[in-house]
């Protein structure tokens, strides 16, 4: 028996609707669900980011089936990465310099390399080669 992914990730925001125009104007992200708690975002048709309200989710939320979902938040800059093609490196700082989105850094790491930048929360999000990873291009 194995795990075949990371299905989720959640980010947690003060406001949702600046951090879904980022990620849906820069990554042309499809949203799947949108309220005033979150808004799923259609990450490759593989993964879904998950952008909550700060606390909005600390207390047990109850389906209309009747399964409840525990309480979860989060704070502070936390980290998230993409995948991207080798050959799309230059346009993606291109992109990123088209949307006015600053560059933290670039870095070269094993055989790929990365981008840096912050999104409207504070996180660190990371565009990523091949080969950052041996093994899990």
Do not use: C
């Amino acid at each position: 028996m194995k795990v075949n992914g990371i299905l989720e990730s959640a980010l947690y925001f003060d406001d949702i609707e600046e951090a879904a125009s980022f990620y849906k104007n820069l990554f042309d992200f499809e949203t799947l669900i949108q309220n005033e708690r979150l808004i799923a975002l259609n990450i490759a048709d593989k993964q879904v980011l998950l952008l909550f309200k700060k606390e909005s989710s600390l207390s047990p939320i109850t389906l209309p089936g009747g399964g409840i979902i525990p309480p979860h938040d989060g704070s502070g800059p936390v980290h998230i990465a993409f995948s991207i093609s080798s050959d799309s490196y230059d346009d993606w700082l291109t992109r990123l310099a088209n949307h006015h989105i600053e560059t933290e850094s670039t870095v070269e790491f094993n055989e790929g390399r990365s981008i840096y930048f912050r999104d409207p929360g504070n996180h660190l999000v990371e565009l990523a080669t091949p080969g950052i990873w041996k093994g899990l291009d």
